[in-house]
């Protein structure tokens, strides 16, 4: 019994690790470095037909093509810009995962930290506001009690 | 004070504003970056003829339009009676591009759901595709006399694209120079 479950998840870590690992097996590179650029830009490039996938990841027919020509295209000894700019103008700024600030992509990658600042902004004018209530809770006569208190108290401390 | 009790109103408004003019964009359809450059160029064998071929040089002299389509796409199964139809109606300067196609299903495609390209070109690797920009199947651009891409159409043709906005587009780009 041990043993056939020991079997079964044998079988089952190996079509695990194949599935993992059949996207980088399909293509060789001769030197490493080849590899992890590879590696590093089909996980950068959008699949655009899937839209919330890398290439990757996806196992549709176009992914595949993209990752065939990123593949080709080092091969070929082209640098990472031009693939890049081979993908960008054919698939516009979306392609990238991690697309270039401008004017375009302004409110992209700055507009999360201007709503930070917003919030920020409205988060400390309410404590300072609630702060002013609090303080103003005490009116004139109930300074005055607290004076007068303190100063009775201070007077018992010192007679003793 | 009364100040105060607006803003969160004045936000919602603002927030209900952005969401909904994000809801009226469809994140399918994104910008060619092609429109206002030249046809990629290419070359590719007919579908019909394979000793033939088709070029980006075809697309330069006159208005023409390329259509994207493959026998396995089934928009394209809604687009093309569409596109024979509209092709008997009113003569079009109409390539088609047969894209990671078999040529046999291409063939009887075109066969039994008639032809109404001048000729299709055939992307069995889908390279040409790639140039193209294609990501989905159908897809049609209109070229003009230049052969500079001015228009593309994501998804199926409807005949109200068609008599609406690519018959305009086209008695546009022909009274060009």
């Known amino acids: 019994m041990k043993k056939s479950y020991a079997w079964l998840s044998g079988i089952l870590l190996l079509v695990i690790s194949f599935n993992c690992l059949s996207a980088m097996n399909l293509y060789q590179f001769d030197d490493e470095t080849k590899k992890a650029r590879f590696k590093t830009l089909i996980h950068e490039l959008r699949c655009t037909v899937c839209q919330n996938q890398t290439i990757a990841d996806s196992n549709a027919d176009l992914a595949k093509d993209l990752r065939d020509k990123v593949y080709k295209m080092i091969?070929?000894?082209?640098?990472d810009e031009e693939i890049k700019t081979f993908m960008v103008s054919r698939f516009t700024d979306f392609v990238l995962y991690n697309p270039p600030l401008k004017p375009g992509t302004y409110v992209l990658w700055l507009g999360p930290g201007v709503?930070?600042?917003?919030?920020?902004?409205?988060?400390?004018?309410?404590?300072?506001?609630k702060n002013m209530e609090e303080q103003s809770?005490?009116?004139e006569n109930q300074k005055q009690r607290i004076a007068k208190l303190l100063a009775e108290n201070q007077k018992d401390s010192s007679n003793d | 004070m009364k100040?105060?009790?607006?803003v969160p109103l004045l936000i919602f408004i603002a927030l209900v504003i952005l969401l909904g003019y994000g809801l009226t964009r469809d994140p399918k359809k994104i910008p060619s970056p092609l429109i206002g450059k030249p046809v990629p160029v290419f070359k590719l064998p007919k579908v019909l003829k394979p000793g033939e071929?088709?070029?980006?040089?075809?697309?330069?002299g006159q208005v023409s339009i390329l259509n994207v389509w493959a026998s396995w796409c089934a928009s394209c199964r809604v687009e093309h009676p569409i596109i024979v139809e509209?092709?008997?109606?009113?003569?079009?300067?109409?390539?088609?591009?047969?894209?990671?196609?078999?040529?046999s299903d291409a063939k009887r495609w075109l066969k039994y759901f008639g032809d109404p390209y001048l000729s299709s070109a055939y992307d069995v690797t889908g390279s040409a595709g790639i140039d193209w920009g294609v990501y989905?199947?159908?897809?049609?651009f209109i070229i003009d006399k230049k052969g500079i891409i001015r228009y593309k159409k994501i998804g199926p043709m409807t005949k109200e694209?068609?008599?609406?906005?690519?018959?305009?587009l086209l008695k546009k780009l022909e009274n060009e120079s």
């Open chain 1, 75 to 79: 091969q070929a000894g082209k640098t």
């Open chain 1, 115 to 129: 709503l930070l600042l917003i919030a920020g902004f409205f988060l400390y004018r309410s404590i300072r506001s």
């Open chain 1, 137 to 139: 809770d005490i009116d």
């Open chain 2, 3 to 6: 100040m105060k009790a607006i």
């Open chain 2, 53 to 60: 071929s088709v070029s980006n040089m075809d697309f330069i």
């Open chain 2, 86 to 103: 509209f092709a008997k109606k009113h003569p079009l300067n109409i390539y088609g591009l047969n894209y990671k196609d078999q040529r």
């Open chain 2, 136 to 140: 989905g199947v159908p897809e049609t």
């Open chain 2, 161 to 168: 694209f068609m008599e609406n906005t690519l018959l305009p």
